[in-house]
């Protein structure tokens, strides 16, 4: 088997996503290399860490768990245009695993009812293919043993790229953006939504509006990379 594999890595030679160099037999998705150098948040041993004090005001989370770090121009960036814009889902999944792997070897108490990553607007996820949020959350969702509900929470309306906007047209962008059709299935449950990149947290607050009123909810947060401050417009 190890020749097979050899040999068609020869004929498809994997590439790490993070910084294209090829794979060694036993790496997965990324290099050992990018692996030790990738910049880790590690706000999941933080309660006080800057994703949580940004949110904090408008959004009280239980938990923040966030992998990286973004910077423009970064690995963690080419990471997350590899899933986006490149399609490669699979790398989603493997995130959310990562993720839910360094959870667990932490023994933090953590314990969630449901994982709802932040849906994608049908037009949009038919254009994209699949909702990347999604599949991180497929991935955690495996590690953690907790399920998924990808149905529940919807877009209410479209809205435009995020990408170029300033912090105030962000949360413009975004508002009312929501529905949850049958909000009464939440009460009494820690909910952990998901999503890819957080910046300003115009998203996850306008999600939250959706969840705010129910009785005895509570809510945490998990991304792939919470943007450092100075780093969008």
Not at 68 to 83: C, D, N, P
Not at 85 to 91: A, G, I, M, R
């Amino acid at each position: 088997m190890a020749l097979i594999n050899d040999f068609l890595s020869l004929i498809y030679p994997r590439h790490c996503q993070a910084c294209g160099m090829l794979l060694f037999r036993h790496e997965t998705m990324i290099c050992k290399l990018c692996e030790l150098s990738l910049p880790k948040s590690n706000y999941h041993l933080n309660d006080n860490n800057p994703l949580n004090r940004m949110l904090g005001g408008r959004v009280p989370l239980q938990k923040t768990l966030c992998l990286y770090l973004f910077e423009k121009s970064g690995k963690v960036q080419r990471l997350v245009h590899a899933i986006k814009y490149h399609k490669h889902k699979e790398l989603a999944v493997f995130l959310g695993e990562r993720l839910g792997n360094e959870i667990r070897a932490t023994e933090l108490p953590l314990e969630f009812d449901v994982i709802v990553p932040i849906p994608l607007h049908p037009k949009k996820l038919a254009e994209r293919g699949f909702n990347q949020s999604e599949e991180f959350a497929k991935g955690l969702s495996k590690v953690m043993g907790v399920a998924m509900d990808n149905k529940s929470l919807q877009r209410a309306k479209i809205s435009s790229t995020q990408t170029h906007k300033r912090k105030y047209q962000r949360w413009e962008n975004v508002e009312g953006i929501f529905e949850l059709p049958a909000p009464a299935n939440f009460e009494n449950k820690h909910v952990l939504l998901l999503d890819d990149v957080v910046t300003t947290g115009a998203t996850i607050d306008s999600a939250w509006q959706c969840f705010k009123h129910l009785e005895g909810v509570k809510v945490s947060l998990a991304c792939i990379a919470f943007t450092k401050p100075g780093n969008f417009n």
